[in-house]
């Protein structure tokens, strides 16, 4: 171990150019229109207050560029914005800073943050930024009668054309079974037993032949936009923007979305820690998180952002409330992920997937 | 007479009265020695930033110490234990002690990932038993099974005396579908977790159809290259250069245009009533998809080898073969196609170790069934962390080239390689 370590300190060293400089810190998210809106709503803010500057970099998800810069020691990152179930993992395998949360500022009312954050958005080791869904698009000019149910992505009969999905066990296989016509609050333990993930399997089976799988987030609404699609898996905050910005026909369903959060870490070892901690305070307090839904529909994880969510930064008639994962007609049939029990049964699901996948 | 000649002949001396031999060795030696000294800078940055890491990296394939560098009481318990008999008290007092450490140190993440990848589930037992073991109390097997009821199955001992082995042959195994058992047998994993194995044949069958398919191309376009006059020639080169300049990525932006169902071959066969609006071929995002383009990226390493060695090859053979009443056929299959075997086998070589390792094109265009085994070692090294299976994966794949590669030299032998 320390043998690799070493190995790749030195090839760090002789390869890799001088990092970022203490008065920048590298911000890395997931990038296209959320990174835009965390550009727009916490960078610029950011960097005019401290004269500091900020890096976007883009990346897609998961933990092994920061486990690599963590275990080789040269840790370029300064924050990243990651899943729930990530930011747990790294923080159980130590690769992530804690963070105290009795520095974060409070509510405008003076309540503490700790009150003030919706249950589940601090963790020992991240801050909550947004709570955002995955869920299905379709391009309305396909369709004389849109589609509303989970059931009907899986109805190649009644809604001909292709299908976009993720290239990941992870959110399909529970869209199957809801699909299949399970209600959100059994999926977990129906996808617990052999029994579930078979029928999760022969549902997707259905569909296999019209699928185009897709990786980065940025894909299907491209996908959708050139007509390789005729419906996808994606996540609301793109799609969102292609209709409300690019006036793209298409149209959301909510029911059977998976909604999740996405929080703020720090590497172990970032070496500008204090000016990414002060950025992140900064990001997540009240004005912040809800200047960030007016560039695109993810939810503020703040109880007291949620009265200051606005309209659409370049269309003031769409209020952005009425898009959020989290309105009534949403959380209908809708389905929170359960990140135990990915982090127990991701490894098995996801290698009987791809094994699915290739056969 | 003749003898003493002899004898002067094997004494000659230099000017300086050094004998000739060795005054040559001396300065063989020091010119040998210059050339080490001029390729040392390579040398080292060879070793140091490629062999000596990859050879550190495979090590991971076989060798893992997490489970032995943190269950510190655990361990030496275990390897006392014959994987049969019901656990001992003194076994799950060992755990306890363990995971109590665990928690305080922030290190119990780590075990329970390792034992997650032995033991589906295991990470919940691991990360939430260890929540609670400060509070436990002898006798510590009841209060343990308590907590977790998993803790009384032999199922998850048996899965921790595997991973209590920090030399293991488990992710070679899992690189061939196999599980190795606390009993130190292999064993098949289920069908539906099988992929490895079909993966390493696909990856082969890719790559040997790219290979064929590029030779096919590619031998025809060098042949004209190399017969055309110089002035048409050169042209003709650049046409086949500028794509080799072009980044691959480019190229195989440029495939998805060209042959996804809204793109341009689609719409000409559409126009041509060969494929209907409705009915658009599936040319990509599968085998298809993948076939296609790498055949394209890699051709200008087809074509270029055996371009350089019919350069070589005098005209005037074959204008002698054929004034002995040679056809046309048996003047290029007899003459001809012989001296060009050095070029196709070169170009083939290289094709065949560029294809095998192909990654970025397959995970672009290679959909469900396009995807080849470097793209699974790229998920496992960046998707579920699993590092020790990709490194064996990438050991199986670099044993794999050697052996192809030994098989070239007996067949065709190495030799007869000719780049130019």
Redesign the interface.
Known sequence: ?K??KL??A??SA??VAFGANAESITVVSWGGAYTKSQVEAYHKPWSQKTGNQVVSEDYSG????V?AQVESGNVTWDVVDVELSDAL?G????ILEEIDHSTLPAAPDGSPATQDFLPGALQDCAVGNIVWSTLYAYDKTKFDTPPTTMADFFDIEKFPG?RGMRK?GKAMLEMALMGDGVPAAEVYDLLGTEEGVQRAFAKLDTI?DH???W?AGAQPPQLLA???VSMTITWNGRIFNAIAQEKQPFGLVWDGQIYDLDLFVIPKGSKNKEAALDFIRFSTDTKRLADQASWIPYGPLRNSSIPLIGTFHSDPSIKMIDHMPTTEVALKNALQNDF?FW??????L???F?????? | MQASQNKNNEQMLTSDGIPLKKKLSKALFRSRLRAFGLVTPLLLLISIGFVFPILVFLTRGIYNDTFEKYMVNLTPVLAEWNGISEPTEEMFEALVLDLVWLKETKNIGKVASRMNREMSGSRSLFTSSARKAKKLEAPYKESLIKVKKKWGDLETWRAMKVTSHSLTPVFLASALDMKYTAEGSFIQKSEDRRIHVKLFIRTLEISLIVVIAGLILGYPVAFLLANLPIRISNLLLILVLLPFWTSLLVRTTAWIAMLQGQGVLNDLFVVFGIATDEDRFTLIYNKAGTLISMTHILLPFMILPIYSVMKTIPPSYVRAAKSMGATNWTAFWRIYFPQTIPGIGAGAILVFILAISFYITPALVGGQDGTMISNFIDYHMRKSLNWSLAAAMGGVLLVIILFLYWIYDRVVGIDNMKLG
């Open positions: 171990m043998l690799f190995t790749f030195t090839v002789l390869f998961g933990l092994a560029e486990k993992q923080c159980d395998e130590g292709k990941l296999k699928v185009v799988w990786e050139d007509g390789e135990e982090a127990d049964n991701g490894e098995e996801n290698e009987r791809n094994a699915w996948l290739a056969n």
